[in-house]
């Protein structure tokens, strides 16, 4: 999606008095620090052709999910919408599903993908009465938090005086004239290294933070994060095809997020395979089959309009099939803790594990790719592997891949390392006063010599060992791990 940052000005709307609703009440300027996440229910190609990465869900589906997101940390999902077909059916089941738990929800009107949302007395004020005042809806500050992805310039003032329910409105803006005297907050999407819309060969600054959060002069600012960014759309799809420099973006975007503490901070995504930034479940199988999602590997292969039309081998089935990111979460967790609390990341002993992550080819390889180039950017990041070691006090991490090895001290916390890209399976182990904690074998082998499209999503996996109810199964002996 493209952004740009250009000049904001703001002045926020404030709610003198908040009335109690009928299913929940607001406290005035309720404000603790929250995770969210963002979550597509939307799946526009150019051509004309609309999927939906959900319209097949079910009640359990969204009680999967829900129930994942809360195990990591999150508070709720920003539940990205257009105009579409499906959409008010998933909005039902998502909240239904949600009424039973303490996770939230709250709607993100997509206007990029959706201009209708212009019409707001039809497409936006119908859905913002009907669940701003739901059990299951995110309360957040003056009101039902309410978001947007884009709409620049959109006049909420007419929203709020056609709804029944006082609203706290955080959209993301991007343009220097969007007219901000009716919202309360403001979202900044961009959460990777770019510079007028284009990758730069540089790692994530806070410059983008710190212009928003001056605007803005005290009133809310959520920050995005994100662990990742490629897509690989030809022309008579997206019509994208670049990456940023993603590293190791997450960790060192949650460390500026620690110093940054912004009122809410958003994860981007839960469910966005076309940009490779997903973070979220990667099959609808019982968790006593990890061990099957572990080696088969493909996201909700059940579903293949979760990544485009059926037939279109274009889509991101190509990048995003056999790449689970479940891992990062295990990072995300602690990170989560941390912001919240104010506090330095701590892992417990329960926590430790080496989480993992690399490409499957170097990125000067020449890919026999029948529809594109290499992405723009391609020259940025490190033909290398990383690991993430989570300990309670220091060990020794020993890291192989191919012929690059590497054994150091890593500290107690959350730390990243890298070595070498070299041919095969990597391996990671950590050993502490000669015992070994944990190790394991990455999942996916990497080619140094052939590649037949340009993928540089990442496969993520971690060293832990799950427990596996099903005991008439065999597991392997050493593991790579979705969860």
Not at 61 to 76: F, V
Not at 90 to 119: E, V
Not at 137 to 143: A, E, K, V
Not at 233 to 239: A, L, R, S
Request: hydrophobic share 40%.
């Amino acid at each position: 999606m493209k952004l740009q940052l250009l000049g904001l000005t703001l002045l926020a709307a404030l709610v003198d008095a908040i009335p109690s609703s009928t299913n929940s009440t607001i406290q005035k300027r309720a404000t603790p620090k929250l995770v969210v996440a963002h979550f597509i229910l939307i799946y526009a190609l150019t051509v004309g052709i609309k999927v939906g990465i959900v319209d097949g869900y079910t009640q359990a589906d969204w009680a999967n999910d829900i129930s994942l997101a809360a195990a990591t940390g999150i508070d709720a999902f920003a539940l990205n919408i257009g105009t579409d077909s499906w959409t008010d059916t998933q909005l039902a089941l998502a909240y239904a599903a949600a009424r039973s738990t303490s996770f939230k929800l709250f709607i993100s009107f997509d206007f990029a993908a959706s201009p209708g949302f212009s019409d707001f007395n039809t497409q936006i004020v119908p859905r913002l009465n009907l669940y701003a005042s739901d059990a299951a809806q995110l309360q957040w500050g003056n009101g039902a938090l309410v978001s947007t992805f884009s709409g620049d310039g959109f006049d909420w003032s007419g929203v709020r005086s056609a709804v029944g329910h006082p609203l706290e409105i955080i959209p993301f803006y991007q343009a220097a004239q969007a007219h901000q005297d009716s919202t309360d907050g403001l979202f900044m999407w961009n959460a990777w290294p770019s510079q007028n819309n284009q990758p730069i060969d540089q790692t994530m600054s806070i410059a983008g933070d710190q212009f928003y959060q001056s605007q803005l002069a005290g009133s809310p600012y959520m920050a995005g994060v994100s662990p990742w960014f490629f897509t690989h759309y030809n022309p008579q799809t997206f019509n994208k095809n670049w990456l940023y420099l993603s590293d190791t973006l997450l960790i060192d975007r949650w460390n500026e997020i620690l110093n940054l503490q912004p009122q809410l901070v958003e994860l981007i995504t839960w469910n966005d395979f076309g940009e490779s930034h997903y973070i979220g479940i990667t099959t609808s199988l019982p968790e006593r089959h990890t061990y099957l999602i572990n080696y088969l590997g493909p996201l909700h292969p059940e579903r293949p309009s979760v990544y485009a039309p059926s037939g279109d081998s274009d889509g991101a089935i190509q990048w995003a099939a056999g790449f689970p990111h479940d891992a990062w979460r295990k990072i995300i967790t602690p990170y989560i803790a941390a912001y919240k609390n104010g506090g330095p990341v701590t892992i417990s002993a329960s926590q430790e594990n080496i989480v993992y992550w690399y490409r499957p080819h170097p990125k000067g390889l020449s890919c026999s790719d029948p529809f594109l180039g290499p992405p723009t950017g391609q020259s940025f990041p490190a033909d290398g592997i990383w690991a993430a070691t989570l300990l309670a006090s220091p060990a020794t991490l020993t890291m192989t891949s191919g012929t690059f090895s590497l054994t150091t001290t890593a500290p107690a916390g959350i730390n990243y390392f890298s070595t070498g890209m070299g041919s095969g399976q990597p391996t990671f182990k950590l050993v502490r006063n000669g015992v070994t904690i944990t190790q394991g074998t990455g999942g996916l082998s990497i080619d140094l010599n052939s590649c037949n499209i340009y993928n540089f999503n990442a496969f993520v996996g971690s060293t832990s060992i799950p427990l596996i109810s099903d005991n008439s199964k065999q597991s392997p002996s050493i593991w790579h791990e979705g969860h």
